[in-house]
């Protein structure tokens, strides 16, 4: 079987926040943009509650709706979505080839898909406990108090008892943070020492409404899609004893891993994965490739700095673009 062959000024890599905001921008430059949805259309916002931290919607809104809206937008001006699973890349020359399958199980090859510029947004994925009752509902109770982001939903759990796990910098952090509305944060670690800085541990240590839980892992979440969260079953990792710990939120910070596995030994990043970008652009070390939202973002990690990189990321795509004959300069972006 042949491979169906798709030429594109501007493909972008991901349906999030970034990746459609970046097509919005392109779209209305005229650069007919492509966007392929990847293996989570729409981003972890679609598997996100309430959203009360984006401006505009006074009274808050639904994580997939916000995202519904994003892609209508997209849309609105001409995006193309494509539906398929990126097997490899080849960035060694303009155009870039982007090598698609139908699905992530299929063995063939169907579509090559080629690129004068590549915005990269394939965001970033939490780590999780990997427990029962942490799935996003309706399996779960993701989303239904249990989160990875206390900056998204700390609010909501305004006066509750909390549970935290992790012990690095971002737990502290998040475990800090949570002190503004929680009534009590119960910070639960595996081992008898955190891995945090000096600075971030002392300053948990000398917080009254955090309590410090050494030796304890979670062994499920409970609750019900009613209620939510109303507890964890742990066990003491040093004698193995297990009891129920009543909670009324579980909030994992264990971590987050970029989705950038395809562009390891192409593209400049850090030991984590987090694509590198140059100064104040998302230009990364190969020109014409652009980086934005949680793959380059590994300190605020919002939907609307990931929103904001994107915007950034189709200009600086479309600038490239005009310098090298390609695109028509477009005055509405004032350069």
Known sequence: MSEKEINRKVVILGSGPAGLTAAIYASRAQLEPIVIDGPQPGGQLTITT??????????????PELMNQFRAQAERFGTEILNVWIDRVDLSERPFTLY?????????????????????STGASAKWLGVPGEEPAPVG??????????????????????????????????AMFLTRFASKVSLMHRRDSFRASKIMQERVFANDKIEIMWNTGIK?????KEAGVTGVKIFNTQSNEESEFPTQGVFVAIGHKPNTDLFKDVLEMDET????????????????????????????????????????????????????????KNTETNW
């Open 50 to 63: 309430d959203v009360e931290n984006y401006p505009g919607f006074a009274d808050g809104i639904m994580g």
């Open 100 to 120: 698609a399958k139908e699905s992530q199980d299929s063995d063939e090859i169907t579509t090559l898909i080629k690129a004068e510029t590549l915005i990269i």
């Open 141 to 174: 109770l993701g989303g239904n108090g249990v989160s990875a982001c206390a900056t998204c939903d700390g609010f909501f759990f305004r006066g509750k008892e909390v549970v935290i796990v992790g012990g690095g910098d971002t737990a502290m952090e998040e």
């Open 220 to 224: 499920e979440i409970l609750g019900t």
């Open 273 to 328: 994965g987090y694509l590198k970008t140059e100064g104040r652009t998302m230009k990364t070390n190969v020109e014409g490739v652009f980086a934005c939202g949680d793959a380059q973002d590994s300190y605020y990690r919002q939907a609307i700095t990931a929103a904001g990189t994107g915007c950034m990321a189709a200009i600086d795509a479309e600038r490239f673009l005009v310098e090298h004959g390609e695109a028509v």
